[in-house]
């Protein structure tokens, strides 16, 4: 980023709810610490990294829009103003070591934070104690189109996955107590920032939906003591995605909850759902969010090791997958620009059934489904050359990792995070916030001269100095939009970032959200 744009810029102006249902909730303040294919910043992005340009415009007719008279915006934002705008989102939340069940919690601590370049955000992110079956819950939802598709997801997936893992006698629990209008025993204790809400007006229908999965689960005579935490994962994304299409093509009781059931079949989100339990961590992924172990060696030496592999074009198994699904007369038409259809940056995603249902039946629900004239607009689009749907599907990936004592934290996060560092990058910074000792390269004095080499000291100097955040989440937030070519702090470049204007910071940075699950090291020792 120029020092013109870091200084001053000239633009263009133109509760009660599902968890009340079946769960518990923490409402967790603000940090206070329990000691407990986009392109780089630097470079203006011109097209959002899911669907062109992030208000749903191409750039041509960006290009054709009349502007307001031109406005000089300051962006010199106080230290006071860029910890106020970071630390919006943030939350810390200590899991007890010991539950009274059985053995030690495998989670001591998580952190977690959120930083919007859309308005609204896009994102979501879920946390949440597995009250009938062992384990934890954590997820990052990546929205697109919309944030529709990933607030309907983060509110519903993590009860999908708990009923699969639910054995048959607590099911027939859950179900007499529907049935006799008897409290419901609770599923989830989830664990929610005050800014964090739900669709609550849609919440019965979420429940009766859930109630039918149950059932068939009952009806089921494979079920016995429940899914396997690997099969329960994939059958919730999947299940849940059917359920996102068929409540948009059926009557509901209200035009509210019509139209929250089309904007969340037409949008789209991608998904990263860790299961932290007493057999490991069961990473399941759709898209390109990430889930990134950190490791510590015997040495001292920290690594990172992935659990997941991003779900696009980069991805050569994954196109190729796709090609597989399509006849070779499409080979050239299924993948162009990186982007599903031309169109669609991740590969696998909840909800956008453009690429999912038939031309006929799209249309068909649009047109009876009382949309407004603006929805109509927006998800009449036709992808390209679309001759043999559906080219997208929801099932994830999943990755199982057994605990073990070098195994630290857990990172997950949105593609916002990951446009900006690297995976070894992400665990070097929380690594170094975790421990306060700053990992340094080696560097061999024959390969700087001496110039070189105190510019290089005054980098490191830069680095070793002691950590602004409390929360490692934020720590790697602050990071990924501060740290200049020279792998500094620069504040100038930080609160230039953090000021953009909603209209402009989409073209600078993505959504980006990360939640850090930290171990209990005596888990690993005990189970070990």
Known sequence: ??????????????????????????HVLSDKRCRTCC???????????????SDGRSGQEGENTLHAPRREVDFQLSRLQINTVLRANEQAVCIPEFDGRSGPSPVLRFESN???????LEDRRSSASCLQTRG?????????GGHACAQVVSERLPYYIAVSMMSESVLEDLEAAMETLRPVPPILQWYKHRNDYNYRESSALYVDHLRVYWQELLSSEEHGDGMRPADALIYAFQRLDTDLSLEAQVPLANDLMRNTAIQAAFAG?????????????????AGDCRAVLGVQEHDGSWSALPLTQDHNAANVAEVERIWQQHPASERHSVIVDDRLLGVLMPL???????????????????ENGDSDSEALNLYQYAPPNYLTPPYLEATPEVTYHRLRPQDRFLILASDGLWDEMTSDEAVRLVAEHLTGIHLQAPVSASQLNLGQMHQLLLQRRARATPALDLNGATHLI?????????AEMDQERLATMLALPSDLARMY??????????????FSKTTN
């Open 1 to 26: 980023m120029s020092g013109y744009l870091r200084s001053r810029l000239l633009l263009y102006t133109s509760g009660k709810h599902l968890t009340s249902f079946f769960a518990p909730s923490h």
């Open 39 to 53: 392109p780089h910043p630097s470079q203006a992005r011109s097209f959002s990294s899911r669907r062109g340009r």
């Open 114 to 120: 959120q930083l919007s370049a859309n308005t609204p």
């Open 136 to 144: 934890l819950l954590f997820g990052v939802f990546d929205g697109h």
């Open 269 to 285: 989100c991608t998904a990263c759902v860790a299961h932290i339990g007493p057999e490991g961590v069961h990473v399941a992924n």
């Open 348 to 366: 696998r995603a909840f909800g956008d059934v453009r690429f999912k249902w038939s031309r006929e039946l799209q249309q068909s629900v649009l």
């Open 478 to 486: 602050r990071h990924a939009l501060g740290t200049n070519e020279y």
């Open 509 to 522: 940075r993505d959504d980006i959200t990360v939640t850090v699950i930290y171990f209990n090291p005596n």
